[in-house]
């Protein structure tokens, strides 16, 4: 009868050890930079055919802020409403994906 207790005892305090185990934790972050950096420019500064393709896509937006890279990308800081976001351009008015 002590064997068969031990026994149990032993099999039973073997397989708790098995049952705790370490949580698995899986991190997926994405990194994004932009090498291009962008001065902020006037709004005065902004060509034309940015603003003349920002009026036609968007016809409420609003540009708060100005920015310009050395590639002649433009970023503009847009408000729509209550809505804040990011455009991209280029000087000829035609927008880039981001």
Known sequence: MK???LSAAIVLG???SF???SPVVNINAK???IADEYTEIKLEELPSAITEALKKAYPEAV???AYKNE???YKLDV???DKVGNLFANADGTWIKQ
Do not use: N, P, Y
């Open 3 to 5: 064997r068969l207790f």
């Open 14 to 16: 073997s397989l708790t």
């Open 19 to 21: 049952a705790s185990t």
């Open 31 to 33: 990194v994004i930079s």
């Open 63 to 65: 540009i708060t802020k």
């Open 71 to 73: 590639k002649a990308q």
């Open 79 to 81: 408000t729509v409403g």
